[in-house]
């Protein structure tokens, strides 16, 4: 079977998402946007706490649940950048919320919390680029790996912090890194809290593609580093919504299953897009693809 495309936890390891939600909810501030574009099938996720660096708040964390589950169930969506808002991705989480969150109970549960959110992010059939402008520091790093690619702009830098503040991950993220980069460099990343820079990002595989530097030109830089973002995605979402998600759903169980689960569910993908409307099109076009 598909990984769940829901939970990585259940009430049976104490997961009380509802619960957990309305804990979170007494730490406001800020916002994550969606902004779904019908039409392209490219979305674009926006972090949005400028005045704390893009820091989550606990309802900012409960907001990217809710946005996860609405992407779930965009059935024409195909790509879907996430950035941070004014030119900085994301300074983690909220450390005034953390502070009032530091006993064991609740920490495990916005652990569980946002490693399930940012799982099933990465698990969305769209093709995911986290755009990394300005600083990706602690669980903003984290954030970074739960896309299935991270463009980076000339200024950036990841950091996973955590080591600085007695911590490991507790979103994810040091199971991603391992898949993204390997254990070596990941013990490195995080043994070290190195600043990833884009030579070394795209030098160890974390980043995937430098944007080019636009004249500094305030909120137009920014667009251009979006649009440069939406140029390099559109590469991967051309053609039918069905055909592009069927492409994710292969990749995310090749990439989460044993081999022989692994070849059941892409026979699973398959049986959805053999014969499709997509299929039969490109068989009567007889035309050969390059
Ligand atoms: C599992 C995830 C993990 C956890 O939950 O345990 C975490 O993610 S913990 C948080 C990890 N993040 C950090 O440690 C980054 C903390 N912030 C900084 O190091 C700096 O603020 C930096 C480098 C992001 C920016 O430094 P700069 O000098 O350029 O600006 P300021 O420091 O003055 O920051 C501006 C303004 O933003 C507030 N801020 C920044 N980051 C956070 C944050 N994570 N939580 C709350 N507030 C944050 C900072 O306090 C300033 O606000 P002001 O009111 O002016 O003091």
């Known amino acids: ?125 769209l093709v995911s680029v986290a755009l990394v402008e300005g600083r990706a520091l602690g669980g903003g790093a984290e954030l970074t790996t739960a896309c299935d690619f991270r463009l980076v702009t000339r200024d950036s830098v990841i950091q996973f912090v955590h080591k600085h503040m007695g911590l490991v991950p507790g979103w994810g993220g040091a199971a991603r890194l391992v898949h993204i980069v390997g254990g070596r460099h990941a013990l490195r990343l995080l043994g070290g809290a190195l600043k990833v820079d884009p030579e070394l990002g795209l030098q160890m595989g974390l980043a995937d593609g430098l944007l080019e530097e636009v004249p500094d030109a305030g909120g137009a830089e920014r667009d251009a580093a979006l649009r440069q973002a939406e140029d390099w995605l559109s590469s991967y979402t051309k053609g039918p919504a069905q055909v592009v998600q069927a492409t994710k759903r292969a990749v995310v169980s090749g990439r989460e299953l044993p081999l022989t689960e692994a070849l059941r569910a892409e026979k699973e993908v398959f049986g959805t897009v053999w014969g499709g409307p997509a299929n039969l099109r490109a068989l009567a076009s007889k035309t050969k693809h390059k």
């Not at 406001?28 to 902004?35: A, Q």
């Not at 039409?39 to 996720?45: D, I, P, Q």
Request: proline residues 5%; hydrophobic residues 40%; aromatic residues 6%.
């Open 1 to 125: 079977m598909l990984p769940r495309q829901n939970s990585v936890y259940s009430a049976s390891h104490g997961f009380q998402p509802e619960e957990i939600k309305e804990k979170l909810s007494a730490f406001p501030g800020g916002s994550v946007d969606l902004l779904k574009q019908e039409e392209s099938g490219l979305a674009v996720l926006t972090i949005n706490n400028p005045s704390r660096m893009n820091a989550f708040s606990g309802s900012m964390m409960v907001e990217l649940e809710e946005r996860v589950a609405q992407l779930e169930t965009w059935t024409q969506g195909k790509g879907l950048i996430v950035r941070g808002a004014s030119g900085t991705f994301c300074s983690g989480s909220d450390l005034n919320a953390v502070r009032a969150i530091s006993n064991p109970q609740d920490g495990m549960k916005m652990c569980m919390f946002m490693q399930d959110a940012l799982t099933r992010l990465l698990r969305l059939p």
